[in-house]
C-alpha cells in the first residue's frame, strides 16, 4: 500500500487531505511546515510527496530540492495558491511531477497521484531489477560485492557497496550527505560522517583507473558520482 507524506501548513486543508487519503487506500502522514517534512522524509520511505508551495521555516520548492539532493526517486506534487507562469516552471525546474492550483477538487487530485504512482512502478521495478552497474570502465557487481575493470576485480566490503550502489543509482545526481549518512549508517552524527569520508577516499583509490570518473564533493551539500 503506498505511503504518502503531506506537507501543509493549513492545518484544515491538510487534515481533510490526510482523511480523504487515507479512507482512499493512501495511507499519509502530515507535516504542517517545511522543517518537519523533511524530518519525516527522512525518517521514514514515502512513495509521493505532496507539498504546499508557501510554507513557514521552510517553503515547498527548498523541501523539494532536498528530496532530490537525497537521491531517492520520489513523485512530488505541488499545492499552491499561486497560478503565475513563473510560479508554475519554478516548480517544475526543482524537479515536480504535477502541480496543483487551489482551490482544486480532491477527486481530481487522487486521480493524479494514481497516475503518477502507476508510472513511477513501472519504472521502480526495472530500476529495482538492477544489481549490476556499469560505472565508465568499471563493472559493480552489488550482489557480489565486487568491482571490475578488464582482468582486475575488488572485492568491495558491504559498507563499500552499499555507498557505490547508492552513487550509482543518482549517477551524475547530487546525493546529500545526511541522506547518505542515515541511509546507510542509520544516523548523521559526526562520527559516522568521518566514517563515510574514509570510505569515500576508498572508493576514490577503487576508481582512479578510469580519469573519467570523478566522485565530486559538493561544498555544504553532499557528493556526485560523475561520468564524464
Not at 502522514?29 to 527522512?42: C, I, P, S, Y
Request: net charge negative; proline share 3%.
Amino acid at each position: 500500500m503506498p505511503n504518502l507524506l503531506l506537507v501543509e501548513d493549513d492545518a484544515n486543508l491538510g487534515m481533510l487531505l490526510q482523511e480523504y487519503l487515507t479512507d482512499k487506500g493512501f495511507p499519509t502522514d502530515l507535516a504542517t511546515d517545511g522543517q518537519k517534512g523533511w524530518q519525516h522524509f527522512v525518517d521514514k520511505q514515502y512513495d509521493l510527496c505532496i507539498f504546499d508551495v508557501m510554507m513557514p521555516k521552510k517553503d515547498g520548492f527548498s523541501l523539494a530540492k532536498e528530496v532530490r539532493m537525497s537521491g531517492r526517486d520520489v513523485p512530488i506534487i505541488f499545492l499552491t495558491a499561486k497560478s503565475m507562469k513563473e510560479d508554475t516552471m519554478q516548480g517544475f525546474r526543482v524537479g515536480a511531477d504535477d502541480y496543483v492550483t487551489k482551490p482544486f477538487d480532491r477527486e481530481e487530485l487522487l486521480m493524479r497521484i494514481q497516475a503518477i504512482l502507476r508510472r513511477y512502478t513501472r519504472q521502480t521495478d526495472v530500476q529495482e531489477e538492477t544489481k549490476v552497474f556499469q560505472v565508465g570502465r568499471y563493472t559493480f557487481d552489488y550482489d557480489h560485492q565486487q568491482l571490475s575493470i578488464g582482468e582486475n576485480s575488488a572485492r568491495l566490503t558491504s559498507k563499500e557497496s552499499e555507498l557505490l550502489r547508492l552513487f550509482c543509482q543518482s549517477l551524475n545526481q547530487p546525493i546529500s550527505r545526511s541522506f547518505a549518512l542515515k541511509t546507510i549508517w542509520g544516523d548523521d552524527s559526526y562520527f559516522n560522517a568521518r566514517s563515510m569520508d574514509v570510505y569515500i577516499t576508498k572508493l576514490r583509490k577503487y576508481l582512479r583507473e578510469d580519469p573519467s570518473i570523478e566522485i565530486m564533493n559538493l561544498h555544504g551539500e553532499g557528493f556526485k558520482l560523475m561520468v564524464g
